[in-house]
């Protein structure tokens, strides 16, 4: 079952997969810079830049400042997010789903030993409950 393509050609459809190697996704990472640089184009200046550091942009109230771009995001940002909050001025923290997926720690527990079952030695609960 593993050998079908379908399953070995999985990186050519999530180039930045982060369980692959470091190594795999600077590969990845090097072939969409040539195909860019082939293309010059104007430079851009990312305009989530602004959220590191502060949590002026969050819309329900709750977001905290984190260190990455990808982590500054609101619930109210993400359509598939927004539409599970319950009431359209509240948060994603309110929904029944949220609390018992994530904010039960056996739960979350549970999730984080399926999905990382080749760790041998478990972290410490503020490593990956934060």
């Known amino acids: 079952m593993r050998s079908r393509p379908e399953v070995t050609n999985l990186r050519d459809c ?12 600077i590969g990845a990472a090097n072939e969409v810079e040539q195909e860019e640089s082939e293309h010059p184009t ?9 959220r590191l550091g502060n949590s002026n942009w969050c819309n329900c109230g709750n977001c905290t400042p984190m ?6 995001m ?7 997010i927004f539409a599970m909050i319950p009431t359209e001025d509240g ?3 309110q ?5 018992n997926e994530f904010l039960n720690i056996e739960r979350a527990d549970w ?8 760790v041998k030695k478990q972290p410490k609960e503020g490593k990956y409950m934060r």
């Not at 260190?67 to 500054?72: C, G, K, L, P, Q």
């Open 74 to 80: 609101c619930c109210h940002d993400e359509p598939a």
């Open 111 to 118: 999730a984080y030993k399926i999905t990382n079952f080749n």
């Open 95 to 99: 929904a029944d789903r949220f609390t």
């Open 67 to 72: 260190a990455t771009i990808m982590e500054s």
């Open 91 to 93: 948060c994603i923290i």
């Open 42 to 50: 104007e430079i851009v200046i990312n305009p989530d830049v602004e």
């Open 14 to 25: 999530f180039p930045y997969n982060p369980p692959l190697s470091k190594k795999q996704n």
